[in-house]
């Protein structure tokens, strides 16, 4: 397993300095897109976590603004409700000083039965250069980077990806473990597995960050990840999948409890809010299995009192609204990074 | 009573250069928040409307924008549909170039179930410097101000407080009466008073500047307000009650006719639209009871021909639409006062 | 008729220099508004066509914007859903670096009861210069400027008018026509025309360039219009209407094919979307009665397999998505036209 991505990385990755208006050739970044983690080599991911370093510096300046960006369109399409990453993804552009159009097309003409291809070829011809997409189906951002000129961000296609949450996890995690690297950790991922991009997208980025992985929750919510973790993501990173609450957590370093959506309990997936509550809900008694300082984390909304206690929540080993902060920066950072390659793309 | 707040006060004032960014120690404002008018002094009244003054200046530029808050995350929380108040506030941030986030929380995933708390939370965490809230619970914004790092600005809380447009009506008074002043002068506020936050700020407002109020609507809609006006405002400022509607007008300087919510009639509270407009509305017959030139004013958005007559609210007494431009430069003029207070405070 | 428009114009007309802020002494703009199409000379029209020109140079740029409207506000208001106009509009205004103020009346307290021209003088008041607005009555822009003390641009309204969507498709066509002209040209608008108003709109501009222009669809989406054909607009500039789809599309230079709304199939003028598919949809076989490269365009959002087929819409002869990125350029020109008149006008 490769340890690239740790604090300790290769001295000559290319810090980039984002007051500038990107370039891919300085930087090193050779992606158009931002579809799912898989894609991104340990290089990549070092490269990410680097220029995140470099816009959490520029959050923490007095007026938290770089020109890299200016006068570029970013076009934030989401088929889905969504504030946080919405929100996220908005002003991380705007503190690139890039315009930002949003269009929320579940409320709107777009969904006049318009097909999703005509869709972006419009947006693209009403002058969008970067596309950050939700859409309720797996694989809809790949159909638009087919189509679409400049570059497509991913920003969660129904069960499948959520790249940025996952790098911003990655960020998280290293930036407050001692040490600066997930490698050998233990991280669990407790929950609604089946349903959750984001424990897919962090499969692929905490396997190949050299984590020691942990997928929880009830037997119905874990169906078919028991076969890949047999086989390991990306052909051999090898993974844990487990009903048993105690056995995850104990000695973990990392708790990541996932949102419930309490509209799978009409399924018959689950029983009731209450029973997954008692039975994998985090709170200080299973959080006291772990290592003593795990770091809580969570995507986010809570269900607080359901797949997380409110005092675990708001404790002391919580690093939630940390993750939403680095929310921000790792998206001004994917912006950066691709608005790069596509500057140095074909004509506008 | 005090009367600092006329248009004669103390020559000390600092009136603010408010092209540049703001700073608490040159311009003497305290507050950190903005949550009702009860908390204000009648020296911070001044304040507020001497800065106003400045801001209106602003606005009559062919280019009506100041630097003053450059790069600074104004974020536009709001929990009720609203056009005017949220516009208002979207324009008074802009014109002093923030950086504007909309939150429409009744249609967004901050609704999925995420508590207030952590909702304010990760709002400040995506980048909130300023926070302008509504909510349909009176003291939402109090509970939101305790967890918030920068400035709360209270945009309406249920029946309980709506402070901007306390200081805009306030403002508006001052510069279309003679004097400059309301100190003394009869000012009514007519309608359903039961359910109104524009009431109660103002009830705080016009108060402590002295003038003589009256409060009248169908005894229905006055409940408890008998009571509030025999103790008076802040232990001793009185004001008037009454469901006579001829002796509420008689000589009045100034008439603020308040907006029937359609929806109170199921409750019981009313009989009918058309028996309240003619109990109760502001017609030019029941206008002729006040004094000559009488101000008429509403805080919008009106039912023409329930509470007021068209021919009132477009009339020459009519001041309803200076509210509104008079609305922007009072929240300009707080957005400022309150972000030289944050700029002062903790870290970022 | 006259020519005036076509690429040979006349060369004294003055080509903006649309850096800089617009002047209508020195670009001989007249109108305040932009209501429809029929108040345009073709001088007029030349003029737009020219500024569209230099803002079509304007997007080619890297950085796609000047600071001709600097913070001047302009408030897109909108009754209907829409996105495509809406963000076209938006995207023209921020080229021109203006201030955009957006407000969806249908999903907003702006339906409070309030009437139109309350909510007029209230968006003027919060700062609005110029008005977008879209509207399901028609008529309505025409009241809206009646009481607008700025400019009002129409963005549709009811059946009536769409002139921007005229102006975006007159451009299409002439910048991709040999010989840069429509005169004389046979010009096929196809489908639901009755309740069109980009047909409406259409039907002024491109007679007033000297198009042959046919109207095709059923005979019960075409009542009325034989006897304006009759007549002619503008008193004698005739046209044709048939229900005969060959006889319309045989030599057409353009085909321009209508959106069907799915919900008149209800009404009972049509019989059902395969029907009408089957009898009037513009597919690969009834284009090949029209010239040889005869351009094909639709105003969007388009049903495919209904009025348009897959591969016409995508095939080589569809400049659709050159309409669409017209439409943001022909908008800025509008913008940047009507500006110069306000500018000059009365006080701010």
Redesign the interface.
């Known amino acids: 397993m490769t340890d690239l991505i740790d604090g300790n990385a290769a001295a000559d990755v290319v810090v980039p300095s984002v007051d500038a208006a990107p370039d891919s050739q300085t930087v090193g970044w050779r992606h158009r897109h931002l579809l799912d983690v898989d894609e991104l080599s340990t290089a990549d991911l070092d490269l990410v976590m680097r220029t995140t370093d470099a816009m959490r510096e520029v ?2 300046r ?4 770089v020109p890299a960006l ?4 970013v076009t934030i399409l989401f088929y889905e ?4 990453t919405r ?2 993804f ?2 991380a552009a ?2 690139l000083s890039a ?1 930002v ?1 949003n ?1 929320a ?1 579940q ?4 969904s ?4 999703l291809v ?2 972006i ?7 969008a250069r970067m596309l950050v997409m939700r859409h309720a189906v797996s694989g809809a951002p790949y159909l638009a980077a087919e189509v679409f000129g400049g570059s497509v961000l991913n920003g969660g296609d129904g069960w499948h990806a959520h790249p940025t949450q996952a790098l911003l996890d990655l960020y998280t995690m290293r930036s407050r473990l001692s040490g600066g690297s997930v490698a050998g950790r233990k991280i669990v991922i407790l929950g609604d597995v089946l349903h959750s991009r984001v424990a897919r997208s962090n499969i692929w980025a905490l396997t190949a960050a050299g984590a020691d992985l942990w997928l929880c929750g009830p037997t119905t919510l874990l169906r078919g990840f028991e076969a890949w973790a047999g086989r390991g993501a990306a052909g051999g990173r090898r993974f844990h999948v487990t009903a048993d609450v105690d056995r995850a957590l104990r000695d973990a370093d990392v708790v990541m409890a996932l949102r419930i959506q ?1 509209e799978r309990m009409s399924s018959g997936l689950l029983p009731s809010l209450r029973e997954y509550a008692a039975r994998y809900g985090l709170t200080a008694a299973r959080l006291a299995l772990a290592q003593p300082g795990a770091l809580v984390m969570h995507p ?5 009192g359901v797949e997380i206690a409110p005092e675990v ?1 708001a404790g002391a080993q919580s690093v939630i ?2 993750q ?2 680095n ?2 920066a790792v998206r001004m950072a994917m912006l950066y990074l691709l608005a790069g390659v596509s ?1 140095a793309g074909a004509a ?1």
């Open positions: 959050l923490a007095p007026i938290a603004k200016r006068g570029r369109n409700a969504s504030t946080r929100v996220s908005e002003v705007r503190n315009d159009t269009i097309a409320t709107s003409s777009v006049k039965g318009e097909s005509d869709t070829r419009t947006v693209e011809a009403l002058g309490r986010g909304p809570m269900n607080e929540a609204t940390d939403v902060t929310g921000v500057a506008p």
